[in-house]
């Protein structure tokens, strides 16, 4: 248990800024290049995180980059997630340290591909592509509702809410969503999958009860 807690020497690099600068080239690759030319093969297609290509050609990397792959139809979707990051991702990066953060997030987010897998795998959905950082996201706005219960958060700039009630919150609803099957390709099981890793991750790595941390508030 004290190799699992021992903490990296203290340093802030601002790296959710290089993990937002990367994500977004890497969107502006999909859209310039769209295809990879070597392979000549869609880079949505090869970093997308897909049960079929995982089993059958061995490409596991798909649990890390899906990440940092986002859809090409709906730019909503990379502006959300960076947004996301950028606003809750530096403070909890200035109270982690750089390089717990940068484990951290990409820990759960692989956890929650991993995770997406096989519940595609079992359920029969092995056609689908994973892509986005919202499972990681998710584990962001858990560690920052821990490290920061009392703080206040502004939904759509209007109504203010304490951060572990936004959190607690966005995954009601993704439960919600998710077993009424909203007809969204939304995937909700990814998300409470991040959440529920960057709970475990404070658990074993802190030896914190975010529970616990959000009723000091």
């Known amino acids: 248990m004290k190799i699992i807690r021992r903490q990296f020497r203290y340093r802030n690099d ?12 890497i969107y502006l690759a999909q859209m310039v290049l769209v295809y990879i030319p070597v392979i000549n093969l869609p880079i949505v297609i090869v970093f997308s995180m897909n049960p079929n290509r995982i089993i059958h050609l061995g490409w596991y990397w798909q649990f890390f980059t899906y990440m940092f792959i986002h859809s090409p139809q709906a730019m909503s979707h990379i502006l959300f ?4 990051l950028f606003i809750f991702g530096r ?3 200035w109270r982690m340290g750089s390089r717990e953060f940068l484990m951290y997030y990409f820990v759960t987010g692989t956890l929650a591909g ?4 096989f519940v595609y795998y079992l359920t029969g959905q092995t056609g689908v592509y994973l892509m986005g950082a919202s499972g990681a996201i998710f584990a962001v706005q858990l560690a920052y509702a821990a490290f920061f219960p009392d703080s206040t958060i502004y939904i759509w700039g209007i109504l203010p809410i304490k951060a572990p009630l936004m959190v607690l919150g966005f ?5 919600f969503f998710m077993f009424t099957r909203d007809g969204s390709n939304v995937a ?4 409470l999958a ?8 404070f658990t074993v790595r802190f030896g914190i009860n975010p529970w616990k941390s959000f009723r000091r508030r």
């Open 194 to 201: 991040g959440f529920a890793f960057g709970w475990l991750y």
């Open 91 to 93: 403070q909890v990066e």
């Open 171 to 175: 995954a009601g609803l993704e439960i």
């Open 81 to 84: 997630n960076m947004f996301a």
């Open 114 to 117: 991993i995770f997406s897998f």
């Open 188 to 191: 909700h099981g990814t998300h």
């Open 14 to 25: 601002n790296v959710v800024y290089y993990i937002i600068g990367f994500t977004f080239l």
